[in-house]
T-cell receptor, first 117, second 115 residues
Framework: GAGVSQSPRYKVAKRGQDVALRCDPI?????LFWYQQALGQGPEFLTY????????KSGLPSDRFFAERPEGSVSTLKIQRTQQEDSAVYLC???????????????FGPGTRLTVT | AQTVTQSQPEMSVQEAETVTLSCTYD???????LFWYKQPPSRQMILVIR??????QNATENRFSVNFQKAAKSFSLKISDSQLGDAAMYFC????????????FGQGTELSVKP
């Protein structure tokens, strides 16, 4: 079956613009994660969904960042009033996450590279 | 603070040889899981190997094995019979069982394989 897909793959935004990044998880995967990967760094956790419920948003760097997963499948990460420091690759991952299965393997998408000019 | 340290930004290995990538972590939790991920230049992260902290036996997956030293909080990855396709960024990560599944990553080690 298809893996995790993300769109767009590349996004250039002018400082101050709003952007929306999309993640299509593997069908049937309950858990969905967003990570931010700055150039030359490891990914950093942003937020986590179990179905449509956002259970952890402790990694979101500011209130300009907002994520949703209204129907428990596709998720969107929105960044308002983008700043240069938002430039990074945004990775989405999904896992089965069934009862007690919080340590299921996370499958990652290819990422969206955001450049803010 | 929960951290993961990979002290080798870059490593190089000759094809068919063995290489070990180091990783140390810091957590006060007792129930956690450790992972090594591979990120080729195409950027899709792939799980290489995982280790449950409660297991004393080191995990092995074909040419990949780990040396897990719980008391020292060390989790190194050994790649045997290195192949050209092993060239990639390797990230060490851990996950605390009761914290929803978020992964804490190290900064990565870039592995190059020489033919």
């Amino acid at each position: 079956g298809a893996g995790v897909s993300q769109s767009p793959r590349y996004k250039v935004a002018k400082r101050g613009q709003d952007v929306a990044l999309r993640c299509d998880p593997i069908s049937g995967h309950v858990s969905l994660f967003w990570y931010q990967q700055a150039l030359g760094q490891g990914p950093e956790f942003l937020t986590y969904f179990q179905n449509e419920a956002q259970l952890d948003k402790s990694g979101l760097p500011s209130d300009r960042f907002f994520a949703e997963r209204p129907e428990g499948s596709v998720s969107t990460l929105k960044i308002q009033r983008t700043q240069q420091e938002d430039s990074a690759v945004y990775l989405c991952a999904s896992s089965l996450g069934l009862a007690g299965g919080l340590v299921d393997e996370q499958y990652f998408g290819p990422g969206t590279r955001l450049t803010v000019t | 603070a929960q951290t993961v340290t990979q002290s080798q930004p870059e490593m190089s290995v000759q094809e068919a040889e063995t290489v070990t990538l180091s990783c140390t972590y810091d957590t006060s939790e007792s129930d956690y899981y450790l992972f090594w991920y591979k990120q080729p230049p195409s950027r899709q992260m792939i799980l290489v190997i995982r280790q449950e902290a409660y297991k004393q036996q080191n995990a092995t997956e074909n040419r990949f094995s780990v040396n897990f030293q719980k008391a020292a909080k060390s989790f190194s990855l050994k790649i045997s019979d290195s192949q050209l396709g092993d060239a990639a960024m390797y990230f060490c990560a851990y996950l605390i069982y009761n914290q929803g599944g978020k992964l804490i990553f190290g900064q990565g080690t870039e592995l190059s394989v020489k033919p």
